[in-house]
């Protein structure tokens, strides 16, 4: 649930990612599912983020001194919006309305097409909201238990998580995560996941979770890392300001009439 | 609410903890954020042993390699990624299952080309999900795996290829069979003790027919034998149950070792290379009828050399007459083996080639110098260049800045390299300082233009000056016509800590030269147990002749001087002894029978001494025992000149071991270097704990720590140069341990030193995307905190301050338990800047802070805990402080004329915005648009009101220019020039200028405007202007 982006402008990369909602649950097992089932428990409740209809985060990232707002809404029927503001302006990096999506050209300014195998993976996770945990194995996604693990110094249950297949240069690929829950109160704190494209293909990446705040009931992290594993630990933070849960849409985000006109 | 305080109750401490809290901990608490750095090299790269493709992704390479683990690449074999860290780096073979070939792949550990420097491997690996994680399968054991076959209707049916011990005898050899998915695993086939399967291969249309070969072959420290009466090359026909030796054709006598292949298209045409007992009937065998009968068809050089190194063969998929052969250079044959040429020019020692599944002209090709991809059929050779598998046998290190590492790799000759290189080590940063293998490389220790560097068996001793580019053979040479010295493989070439000009050699004798190479004199008898038994290296090798100086033995192999004192030298011998002079080589004390047979075996191998820096009685003896089919680490340590010994390590520590190391500072912090990766002790080896922050389980052949720097720098045999940098926050972390009774507070700064600002600039680098660049060590300041506990609840950040308690910046905090480092880069937030159409590339410059002190606070939860760090400009700059002031300065003028212009820009769009409500509005349409329009007016001149961000870019407006003068202003570290200088007075004037005109719009134009607003709407008041303190707030 992380978007990375990654584009150049000018001299100057920038690279931030846009957090997306760690609404993620995992599992905890003894079993995986029992893990899994003490984690919804200890963040909620399962039935109570069953109720979870959209979100609205506002966070921010903090690049090279820069701390940049972004605004991110997710909602059950499979759509998001993200922006994020520099230098006072207001632009949308990603909307996704459930069949299309629009993407910013950094170099334009202009919104762009998503391309059609990332467009295809986004619908394929459309039933990800709030969580891919919830009601799992009915979405056809599959949990299973390794061996533990030590991560962040933190003795952790480790859990191969499957949801389902993405496309991958045309091929058909297991979508895996790799999740590590703190066995002492059961939140996931890091996620990994093999690299599949770009110069990187190959490498793991790691989103690191801390600052496990309560929204009206449910427990969210508030601070992501995202970072690549046995790199130099540089990575990028984005930290949740406010967190709001079943927020009203606004038509308008969704409106792609003006980017057609591009 | 409940739920909360359940999950906040999980974070109440438990306990007390004593004094020496750090003991109780992990390696990745202890070393928490800190992570080894890698530099390669991987120009010349190292030896790879297998390559696997995917039976129906052409893109979805393996490799297998002799000491840097396994990699994967999805490109077709460009770019490759390691995916073995964790494990025994010695690979014999890969293989994918063939049901379900992108999820499992299985890994047989222990590479079979056995040369003196080959390691062991430690049993079968599966991976399910790609290389992503790895499961250990069995056969621990076996210690080299030749081949893994898996039943292409049912990945539960396995067999195994299993070589077994080099080095003596074991009954873990044979073929082995699993019908479970390797949950156990059954012998089904064996010879003897002595004898294993080197090869085994399927007919890919009936799972059932297999081919074995077998073959008898044993190494000791002095020799080699390859071949015995019990090497063969077996059938079976019905799945493993009973086994025939197919040798209707094949040499009589005694055989060696023997490669097989089977033609894909055509399962019944076999090839064998064959190792036999005379020269005329070696080579290569084809039979056509399904290995029921052989014809020799070559015995071409390619085709016989070196069998225990070479014996691979494969048969093009696609062309049952294309073979090609592993050899020093490798051939291939298109006319089914009657005739073969040279693979292209490349690395010599080919181990293995690969044809692509599709087009069988694009082939990849394993040799000791790394992997080579051709388009053409092995006519044109291109080397990967991202594979730093580098075979190190030693590392030494300068006092430059940055500092050099010298050493010396398996078959890859003798190289210094940076530590650091502007935007990263590159290949282009490597200087080559010796031929043939390379071991042992000294900087001259007070003039490092002057390298010492050897080849195998001392046979060139070179001294290089670099500066003149003078080039010496320095070697010592026998003192009378019948001496013989010995020299071991990896000679004992040393300079000496007190003496710069001096230099050691270890033959069976000491040698020593006080004029850099020139002069030599014997200053021992010999050291060494002089076994006549172990000295008859040229009738070594067996059916094949093999004495290039491997096996060289009875050979002194490590030489330390005393830190403490000149005189008291230690020698180690290969063949177990110790001696020990305490008048600088004028008396010779043997010191072995005080811990030899009691604390390791008889004559197991010194392979490196580390007289102590602390103690002049104390000295360190790492003992390596494979060779003598020993796996057991043993670090011994007397105290009392040799007289009594003490077994240092204990049961965490796995592999053999070959170095050591011991802190400059801190005696108790110590460093053993095993088969299988670094063993770390806080407590002078009470106990051990493995690192393994970015840290592959890879062999470290020598490892020394930096004098200046607190590096450990580890000369790695498959990984290249592996650093752990800056060891000195572990030092104080143990120092705060004991000062702190066990760390009462759940977070405790550690004291950290100045840091100095680094004012080098560059280009950045050449390389391309292909190539491997190593990593720099960082030169930001550190933040350092150790944590006892993870924060994973609640909030926690990260800020500095001036001492003013002005906002600096705000940082990401590490929350890890134990060790945590966040670094900064001097930079303060960036000025807030005026929003205009386009992004303004000013906008994300983050000047730099002025040296001096700062404070640090992070807040975790309710409690807030702060430190100070020190910051400095970097001595002996060409930067004086009087010009940094002036660039400090100028920068933060041009910071603050930034935001005032953001203010200014933030203030006309206040204005333009409400205006669209009255714009249309015909009562007030007159009065509003002059408004616009000199509010517009103004704008279009403060910042790009059009265009993009690329090559529709509009021309740059007030916003650019101060943009444009802030980037060069606060890049730099020296005084702006005149120009600049000038340039910022008419910016200020512009801005003023526009100031003015904001005025007097404001005065007029938005004066009336407010007016007819507020008339219009008392409402209208509420919008109110942001103040420009509120705007600025970060």
Known sequence: MLFIFEKKLGKMKIVFMIGGLLWACLAYNQTADEIVATYLENIGGAENWAKVKSQKIQASVSVQGMKIPVLMYSFADGKSYSSFTMQGKTMVQQVFDGEKGYEMNFMTQKMEEIDAESLENLKRNKGDFPSPFLNYKEKGYTLEKLEDETVEGVDCFKLKFITGKKLNEGKEVDDVMYYYFDKENYVPIVIETTIKMGPMAGKTSQTVFSDYDEVDGLFFPFSIKEQLKDGDGQGQTITMEKIEINVEEDKSMFDFSAYEKN | ?1034
């Open chain 2, 1 to 1034: 609410m409940k739920k909360l305080l359940i999950l906040l109750g999980v974070f109440s401490l438990s306990g007390a903890f004593t004094q020496n809290f750090l003991k109780t901990l992990s390696a990745q608490e202890l070393f928490g954020s800190m992570e080894a750095r890698h530099i390669g090299p991987a120009l010349m790269s190292g030896r790879v042993s297998d390559i696997e493709g995917h039976p129906s992704d052409k893109l979805t390479v393996y490799i297998g390699t002799a000491g840097g683990g396994v990699w994967k690449s999805t490109d077709g074999g460009v770019l490759f990624t390691p995916i073995f860290d964790k494990y025994c780096q010695s690979i014999g073979t890969v293989k994918v299952d063939p049901n379900d070939p992108d999820r499992v792949v299985w890994v047989g550990t222990g590479e079979t080309w056995t040369r003196n420097s080959t390691s062991i491997g430690d049993g079968i690996y599966k991976s399910e999900d790609g290389g992503a994680n790895w499961k250990k399968m069995g056969l621990e054991k076996s210690e080299r795996i030749s081949n893994i076959l898996i039943n292409p209707e049912n990945s539960q049916e396995i067999f195994v290829g299993v070589l077994g011990a080099l080095w003596g005898d074991s009954e873990e050899r044979g073929v082995y069979h699993s019908s479970n998915g390797g949950q156990t695993w059954e012998k089904i086939f064996y010879i003897d003790e002595k004898t294993g399967c080197s090869d085994l291969i399927v007919d890919p249309n009936d799972f059932n027919t297999m081919y074995a070969s077998f073959w008898e072959f044993r190494r000791t420290a002095w020799s080699f034998n390859s071949g015995g009466s019990n090497s063969a090359l077996y059938k079976t026909a019905d799945g493993g149950k009973t086994w025939k030796k197919i040798h209707n054709g094949f040499p009589e006598g005694k055989l060696g070792r023997i490669g097989v292949a089977l033609a894909p298209l055509d399962p019944k045409v076999i090839y064998a290379v064959v190792e036999s007992e005379k020269d005329e009937d070696k080579g290569l065998y084809r039979s056509e009828d399904a290995g029921n009968s052989w014809k020799h068809l070559n015995n071409d050089f390619d085709l016989t050399v070196r069998p225990f190194y070479f014996s691979r063969i494969v048969v093009d998929p696609k062309d049952a007459n294309v073979i090609a052969k592993a050899g020093l250079s490798g051939a291939i044959s298109k006319d089914g083996g009657k005739t073969f040429v040279g693979l292209g020019f490349m690395h010599s020692d080919i181990h293995d080639i690969w044809f692509d599944i599709e087009d069988s002209d694009k082939m990849l090709v394993a040799t000791d110098g790394g992997l080579y991809r051709s388009l053409n059929k092995c006519v044109t050779m291109e080397r990967v260049e991202n594979l730093p598998l580098s075979q190190y046998y030693h590392i030494s290190m300068d006092n430059e800045e940055p500092y050099n590492i010298y050493g010396g790799l398996q078959d890859n000759g003798s190289w210094i390299g940076p530590s650091s290189s502007p935007a990263g080590i590159e290949a282009r940063d490597w200087l080559s300082v010796g031929m043939g293998d390379g071991f042992r490389v000294f900087p001259h220790p007070t003039n490092s233009n002057i390298v010492y560097s050897e080849m195998q068996g001392a046979e060139n001793v070179w001294r290089f000056d670099q500066k003149s580019r003078q080039l010496k053979i320095v070697k010592p040479y026998p003192e009378s016509i019948d001496q013989k010295l010995r020299f071991n493989w990896n000679a004992a070439l040393s300079t000496s800590i007190h003496y710069p000009d001096r230099l050691y050699l270890g033959s069976q004798f000491v040698h020593v030269s006080d004029d850099m190479g020139e002069n030599w004199r014997i200053i021992s008898p010999d050291l060494t147990t002089n076994d006549p038994n172990k000295l008859n290296q040229e009738n070594s090798g067996g059916l094949s002749k093999d004495n290039s100086g491997a096996e060289n033995h009875c050979t002194i192999f490590t030489i330390a001087e005393s830190p403490l004192n000149k005189d008291v030298i230690w020698v180690g011998t290969d063949d177990g002894n110790i001696q020990l002079s305490k008048d600088g080589g004028k008396n010779w004390e043997n010191v072995t029978a005080a811990f030899s047979g009691k604390l390791a075996p008889k004559n197991t191998w010194v392979y490196h001494i580390e007289a102590d820096k602390f103690n002049e009685g104390t000295a360190w003896a790492v003992l390596d025992g494979h060779t003598q089919n020993d796996s057991h680490p043993y670090l011994i340590k007397t105290t009392d000149f040799g007289k009594s010994w003490k077994l240092m390590v204990d049961s965490t520590v796995i592999g053999f071991t070959r170095s050591f190391e011991q802190d400059n500072v801190n005696e108790k912090l110590i460093f053993l270097g095993t088969e299988l990766g670094l063993y770390v002790s806080i407590n002078g080896g009470e106990n051990w704990i493995k690192f393994e922050n970015n840290m592959p389980s890879v062999a470290i052949h020598y490892m020394e720590m930096h004098p200046k720097k607190h590096d450990l720098v580890m000369g790695t045999h498959g990984r290249g140069i592996i650093l752990l940098d800056d060891l000195s926050p572990i030092r104080k972390l143990l120092t705060e341990d004991t000062k702190t009774d066990g760390f009462k507070e759940e977070l405790t700064f550690i004291p950290t030193p100045v840091y100095f600002m680094s004012d080098e600039s560059s280009f950045g680098n050449t390389s391309t995307e292909t190539q491997f660049v190593g990593s720099n060590p960082s030169d930001n300041a550190k933040i350092i905190y150790f944590l006892k506990k993870r924060h994973t609840f609640g909030k926690m950040n990260l800020e500095i301050r001036d001492l003013n308690d002005k906002l600096i910046t705000t940082i990401g905090a590490e929350k890890k338990k134990g060790l945590n480092i966040v670094e900064w880069n001097y930079s303060m937030i960036s000025p807030k800047i005026a929003q205009g159409k386009t992004l303004d590339f000013g906008g994300f410059i983050s000047p730099r802070v002025e040296a001096g002190k700062y404070k640090v606070i992070i807040t975790k939860g309710k409690k807030e805990y702060t430190t100070e760090i020190e910051i400095a400009y970097p001595e002996n700059s060409v930067f004086s402080l009087e010009d940094r002031k002036i660039q400090y300065a100028t920068t933060m003028e041009i910071y603050n004329l930034t935001e005032d212009l953001a203010y200014l820009v933030h203030q006309i769009d206040f204005y333009l915005k409400l205006a669209e409500n009255y714009k249309e509005n015909n009562k007030y349409k007159k009065e509003v648009l002059p408004m616009v329009e000199r509010l517009n007016g103004l704008k279009k001149t403060l910042v790009i009101t059009s265009g993009d961000n690329y090559v529709g870019a509009a021309e740059p407006q007030l916003r650019e220019k101060i943009s444009d003068l802030m980037s060069s202003v606060s890049g730099y570290f020296g005084k702006p020039g005149k120009n600049q200088l000038e340039n910022l007075k008419g910016l200020k004037k512009a801005y003023e200028e526009a100031e003015s005109t904001y005025k007097s719009i404001l005065n007029k134009e938005i004066a009336k405007f407010t007016g007819f607003r507020l008339k219009d709407n008392p409402e209208a008041k509420l919008e109110q202007l942001q103040s420009k303190t509120d705007f600025l707030k970060k």
